[in-house]
């Protein structure tokens, strides 16, 4: 069956601008996980979705990250006023249940804030 | 404190070595751990959770010591394929976000 699917794949944008990355979870699964990757670095949790709705958001840096998932499946991650530091591999992983022992990662969107 | 440590290596070993890593952990109530290999450029994809009692799974053994708050990985007859980075990681408050070593590199050589 179909895996996490993440567009763009590649995404290179300048300092300011705004960027959305998109996040297609496996079908049925109810939860659905952002993490951020810099180079050298293990994945950072972000922002977890229990359906539509926002479980814990702890892990977003700022007010310029913000996530929905407005009909409980697709989710697209929302940056704003984008700087360098932000430059990283954004992460989604989707599991079947409540509990997140088994996340499935998608294939990540390469973020490049020049 | 990082809440999970690992060395980040590399290590270099000629295939068929037997290579062990570890990792330690701050949080003491954490409660389940695993494994994750993430090969370059690929996303991280699960190796094996680690139990209490330890587990094997062919050439791979996960080992788990709650008093010393530490999780090991050993590899027997390394092959070429085993070439990636190994992260440690448990799921953190709440049961549903992994918290990720920065992880450790394994290059195996002919």
């Known amino acids: 069956g179909a895996g996490v699917s993440q567009t763009p794949s590649n995404k290179v944008t300048e300092k300011g601008k705004y960027v959305e990355l998109r996040c297609d979870p496996i079908?049925?699964?109810?939860?659905l996980y952002w993490y951020r990757q810099s180079l050298g670095q293990g994945p950072e949790f972000l922002i977890y979705?229990?359906?539509?709705?926002?479980?814990?958001d702890s892990g977003l840096p700022n007010d310029r990250f913000f996530a929905v998932r407005p009909e409980g499946s697709v989710s697209t991650l929302k940056i704003q006023r984008t700087e360098r530091g932000d430059s990283a591999v954004y992460l989604c992983?989707?599991?079947?249940?409540?509990?997140?022992?088994?996340?499935?990662f998608g294939p990540g969107t390469r973020l490049l804030v020049l | 404190r990082k809440e999970v440590e690992q060395d980040p290596g590399p290590f270099n070993v000629p295939e068929g070595a037997t290579v062990a890593f570890n990792c330690t952990y701050s949080?003491?109530?954490?409660?389940?751990f695993f494994w994750y290999r993430q090969d370059c450029r690929k996303e991280p994809k699960l190796l094996m959770s680690?139990?209490?009692s330890g587990n094997e799974d062919g050439r791979f053994t996960a080992q788990l010591n709650r008093a010393s708050q530490y999780i090991s990985l050993l590899i027997r007859d390394s092959k070429l394929s085993d070439s990636a980075t190994y992260l440690c990681?448990?799921?953190?408050?709440?049961?549903?976000?992994?918290?990720f070593g920065a992880g450790t590199r394994l290059a195996v050589h002919p």
């Open positions: 680690v139990y209490s």
């Open positions: 949080n003491s109530a954490s409660q389940s």
């Open positions: 990681v448990f799921l953190g408050g709440g049961y549903n976000k992994l918290i």
């Open positions: 979705f229990q359906g539509t709705g926002a479980a814990d």
């Open positions: 992983a989707s599991s079947p249940g409540t509990r997140g022992e088994t996340q499935y």
């Open positions: 079908s049925g699964h109810t939860a």
